[in-house]
Structures are given as structure tokens and as C-alpha cells.
């Protein structure tokens, strides 16, 4: 597998007692989760979300793939939404997700036919070159206002976008994305895990480029620190446990009116960066 490196960490915040995010991070799967339902029930709908994820993605024997993320996520819905339904206390409980995955990338590689010269086979049944050891990909993928980001070449760029009332606001330019951060109705999802039979989930995929740095976090980080704050942050600060530590403090800081959940990816093996131009 790819070298990564990672920090990660979550808070409760400084207003409310419970802690209704989850996460994971280990051997290229990590999930951020973002409960929500009242007291329990967005702990629950969290917890189920990255357990369900990590149980279907964490196994030695193959590296998964972007149809089996998806499938993960799916089936993740599923158990919430009916674990919602055979417990009155639970009604309504959803939570939203961020995720990147390590794949196998079965498409890399097989552009190039396997023919020689001196081959009597027909050319036109020749199997393409198929690498012995699958090249590998990151698969990324969202439903809810849980982020991604992408740091690359000292730059910042949302990777991800917000199911989110102020997102579609944004998008329609009624508002900016300054004022979406204090809008009175920025907590209102569009979609989240466990609220309908089925989910819809933005996913795709991206080569692995040396030198990337992700942020996965929850709303509690965005809506309390801005985006040049991350820039700051992940550029100063190497060790990703470090940066991560660093952007919980600062959300709890500013007011800390949420739970906050963060990870630093680092992406140490891979082709290499694309012009700063590109």
C-alpha cells in the first residue's frame, strides 16, 4: 500500500456535553462522521456509520475498491435508517460522512496492448499489459456537510461540496461563502445517512500525487475557523498530529459551539506533483 501518514483527533467543542462525531483513520480508510438526532441517537447514527465503513473496507486479504466504498456506505445507510425505526429513541437520527479510501485502480496500466512483432496471434484478441501488483488510487466520497480539502502547491481547495441549505444558497450565488459560515440556517443538511432507504453520494477518484495533504473535518472546524486559518495551519505545521491538534484548539478557541473531528492526511508515495500551473 501507498505510504500515508495521518493525525487525527475530535472534541466535544465547549457547548455541548456529548460528542456526536466519530472518525477513523488507519491502513488507507479514513471517515469522518458527523451525527445528529439529540442526545444518543447522533452518537449512535455516527458510530454506526464509520463501523459499518471500516468493517467493509478493513480486509488484508484485498484492497478495496471504489464500487465497494460506495457499496459501504450504501449498506451503512440501511443499518441506520433501521436501527432508527425499531427504536422509538433513535427516530430521526442521520449523520453525515466524509471518507477517503486507498483502491486498487484496475483501469491503470491497460492502455498498452502485449504485442510483439514475431507474435502469430491475431492482435485484435491480444490482452492488454496488466500490471502484476494493481496500481493504486484514492477513492473520495461525501454525503452531508462533513469536508474535504485538498492542499497542494501551498494552495487550498475544497474537494468536496456542502448537501447543505446554504451550499445550494452559495451555489446560486444569493450568498457568499463568508456569509454562509454564520447563516441562521447553516445547519440544515440536504442529505445525510439513515434519514431514507437509500442514500445519494457524491464519490470519485484521484491518482495518488506525493506531497498532497488532505483535511477531512465536520462542520464544528469550518464553521469556527476560515479557510485561510487551514492554509496557515498545514502549511506551518509538518507532522500532521500536530496540525490537527493545532485546528481543534483553534475551533474551540473561536467559541467551540460544536463538536469538532479533524484529519491531516499526508500522501508520501505517489507520482509525481503536476506543475503549479496545472
Same mark, same amino acid.
Given at each position: 500500500?501507498?505510504?500515508?501518514?495521518?493525525?487525527?483527533?475530535?472534541?466535544?467543542?465547549?457547548?455541548?456535553?456529548?460528542n456526536e462525531d466519530h472518525l477513523y483513520a488507519s491502513q488507507g480508510i479514513y471517515v469522518v462522521a458527523d451525527g445528529m438526532g439529540g442526545h444518543e441517537a447522533g452518537?449512535?447514527?455516527?458510530?454506526?456509520?464509520?463501523?459499518?465503513?471500516?468493517?467493509?473496507? @478493513?480486509?488484508?486479504?484485498? %484492497?478495496?475498491?471504489?464500487?465497494?466504498?460506495?457499496?459501504?456506505?450504501?449498506?451503512?445507510?440501511?443499518?441506520? $435508517?433501521? @436501527?432508527?425505526?425499531? !427504536?422509538?429513541?433513535? @427516530?430521526?437520527?442521520?449523520?453525515?460522512?466524509?471518507?477517503?479510501? #486507498?483502491?486498487?485502480?484496475?483501469?491503470?496500466?491497460?492502455?498498452?496492448?502485449?504485442?510483439?512483432?514475431?507474435?502469430?496471434? !491475431?492482435?485484435?484478441? #491480444?490482452?492488454?499489459?496488466?500490471?502484476?501488483?494493481?496500481?493504486? @488510487?484514492?477513492?473520495?466520497?461525501?454525503?452531508?456537510?462533513?469536508?474535504?480539502?485538498?492542499?497542494?502547491?501551498?494552495?487550498?481547495?475544497?474537494? =468536496?461540496? /456542502?448537501?447543505?441549505?446554504?451550499?445550494?444558497?452559495?451555489?446560486?450565488?444569493?450568498?457568499t461563502d463568508d456569509e454562509a459560515r454564520t447563516h441562521p440556517r447553516r445547519n440544515i443538511i440536504t442529505r445525510a445517512l439513515g434519514i431514507e432507504t437509500d442514500v445519494?453520494?457524491?464519490?470519485? =477518484?484521484?491518482?495518488?500525487?506525493?506531497?498532497?495533504? $488532505?483535511?477531512?473535518?465536520?462542520?464544528?472546524?469550518?464553521?469556527? #475557523?476560515? /479557510?485561510? %486559518? $487551514? #492554509?496557515? =495551519?498545514?502549511?506551518?505545521?509538518?507532522?500532521?498530529?500536530?496540525?490537527? /491538534?493545532?485546528?481543534? !484548539?483553534?475551533?474551540?478557541?473561536?467559541?467551540?459551539?460544536d463538536n469538532v473531528t479533524v484529519i491531516v492526511l499526508d500522501v508520501l508515495d505517489g507520482v509525481d506533483p503536476p506543475h503549479p500551473t496545472l
Amino acid at each position: 500500500m501507498a505510504e500515508l501518514k495521518w493525525g487525527a483527533g475530535t472534541h466535544p467543542g465547549q457547548i455541548r456535553p456529548d460528542n456526536e462525531d466519530h472518525l477513523y483513520a488507519s491502513q488507507g480508510i479514513y471517515v469522518v462522521a458527523d451525527g445528529m438526532g439529540g442526545h444518543e441517537a447522533g452518537e449512535i447514527a455516527s458510530e454506526l456509520a464509520v463501523d459499518r465503513i471500516r468493517e467493509a473496507l @478493513a480486509d488484508e486479504e484485498a %484492497a478495496p475498491t471504489a464500487e465497494r466504498v460506495v457499496e459501504a456506505i450504501s449498506s451503512a445507510n440501511g443499518d441506520i $435508517f433501521r @436501527a432508527a425505526i425499531a !427504536n422509538p429513541g433513535q @427516530a430521526g437520527m442521520g449523520t453525515t460522512v466524509t471518507v477517503i479510501a #486507498v483502491i486498487e485502480d484496475p483501469m491503470a496500466g491497460r492502455g498498452e496492448p502485449n504485442i510483439d512483432d514475431n507474435d502469430p496471434l !491475431n492482435p485484435d484478441r #491480444v490482452t492488454p499489459i496488466v500490471p502484476r501488483q494493481q496500481p493504486e @488510487a484514492l477513492v473520495l466520497a461525501n454525503v452531508g456537510d462533513s469536508r474535504t480539502y485538498l492542499l497542494r502547491h501551498g494552495r487550498l481547495r475544497r474537494v =468536496t461540496i /456542502d448537501h447543505s441549505y446554504v451550499q445550494e444558497l452559495v451555489s446560486t450565488g444569493h450568498i457568499t461563502d463568508d456569509e454562509a459560515r454564520t447563516h441562521p440556517r447553516r445547519n440544515i443538511i440536504t442529505r445525510a445517512l439513515g434519514i431514507e432507504t437509500d442514500v445519494k453520494l457524491d464519490w470519485w =477518484t484521484l491518482p495518488l500525487v506525493r506531497c498532497d495533504r $488532505f483535511l477531512l473535518c465536520s462542520d464544528g472546524l469550518v464553521d469556527e #475557523v476560515a /479557510d485561510s %486559518a $487551514f #492554509v496557515v =495551519t498545514l502549511l506551518s505545521l509538518v507532522v500532521p498530529q500536530e496540525a490537527a /491538534d493545532s485546528l481543534i !484548539n483553534q475551533a474551540n478557541e473561536a467559541g467551540g459551539r460544536d463538536n469538532v473531528t479533524v484529519i491531516v492526511l499526508d500522501v508520501l508515495d505517489g507520482v509525481d506533483p503536476p506543475h503549479p500551473t496545472l
